[in-house]
């Protein structure tokens, strides 16, 4: 594939992946990334490329870290880029174009954002698949505390209304949801990773690759990131490790009752505590179901 088109590809219908952070995006895209026809890499965050404003520094530095991220010649990037009238058309080139390269039929493009640009993606891609992976909001505000990040309470309850309340105006605008936008728990993910990994790839319209359950670590891109952004992501330094359970219901030693009773009221002056408490509901159902599988 030497030469870029202006239009796209048009590979198998794309797949995108989103969800609040911590919730187990990088995870899921790791695993649907083993499939023999689905290419996933690092996110892309191709929503904050300003295609029709300023080609400043920052613009530039962002195209240049995905050409780092996947891996793609410098040459054919600037090929992308002089060709792509929109956002839209660059990211399903160049993610097209790493696809191909790497012998698979269609991409997978993971950042938690997606999941605020649902409208974006469909009027784009009208085929999109969307897969919204949810986590017990206890433990994602446990593991930003442990991350020290977007970890105050305020800013937590805002991001998680902001992300859950976009899903939930989305699934009563879209008469057409229920095929195209897949909503994935992630306590079944790793738990029972082989029955979710199967809904999945039934809701892509991939038949079943058993490599996709079974994970076993991701070393690599842990130092991608951290060489060309400087950044060490705690989330990728755990995807270095084997899947595992350990990070399920870890909120009960690092969040306080006080803090839950807060987050609680805060989601509740915006209409969504009914929807929270569903959520750990269902996680806490999820563990015992898991107990009593075990016993």
């Known amino acids: 594939m030497n030469e870029i088109k202006e239009e796209f590809y048009r590979l198998a219908a794309p797949i995108f992946i989103g969800g609040l952070f ?10 649907i990334g083993q499939h023999s026809t689905i290419a ?61 390269s790497i012998g698979k039929r269609r991409w997978a493009e993971k950042t938690p954002g997606n999941i605020l640009h649902l409208d974006r993606i469909y009027r784009t891609w009208p085929d999109a698949k969307v897969i919204h992976i949810i986590r017990d909001p206890r433990d994602i505000f446990a593991s930003l505390k442990q991350a020290k990040k977007w970890d ?28 195209r936008y897949l909503e994935l728990r992630y306590e079944v993910l790793i738990r029972r990773p082989a029955e979710a990994m199967k809904r ?38 755990r995807l270095e490790k084997p899947i595992s359970n350990e990070r399920i219901g870890i909120w009960k030693d690092i969040v306080t009752q006080e803090e ?19 959520i750990e509901r269902e996680s806490d159902e999820a563990g015992l179901e898991e107990d009593c599988q075990d016993f």
């Open 152 to 179: 105050s309470i305020e800013v937590f309850t805002d991001l998680w209304c902001e992300y859950l309340g976009a899903a939930e105006d989305f699934k009563k605008r879209s008469i057409a949801s229920k095929d």
């Open 260 to 278: 839950i009773v807060d987050i609680h009221r805060r989601v509740e002056e915006r209409g969504l505590l009914d929807l929270m408490r569903r």
């Open 40 to 100: 996933s890499g690092l996110e892309t965050q191709w929503f904050r490329l300003n295609w029709e404003g300023e080609r400043d520094k920052a613009f530039f530095e962002h195209v240049e870290r995905l050409r780092n991220f996947y891996q793609l010649q410098e040459t054919v990037v600037q090929q992308m880029v002089l060709k792509s009238s929109s956002t839209e058309i660059f990211v399903d080139l160049l993610l097209s174009h790493f696809a191909v």
């Open 200 to 237: 999945v790839l039934n809701f892509v319209g991939e038949a079943w690759d058993p490599q996709t359950a079974s994970f076993q670590g991701k070393e690599d891109e842990f130092r991608i990131v951290l060489e060309l952004t400087g950044k060490a992501s705690t989330t990728l330094k």
């Open 22 to 31: 911590k919730s187990g995006t990088t995870l899921l895209r790791a695993m």
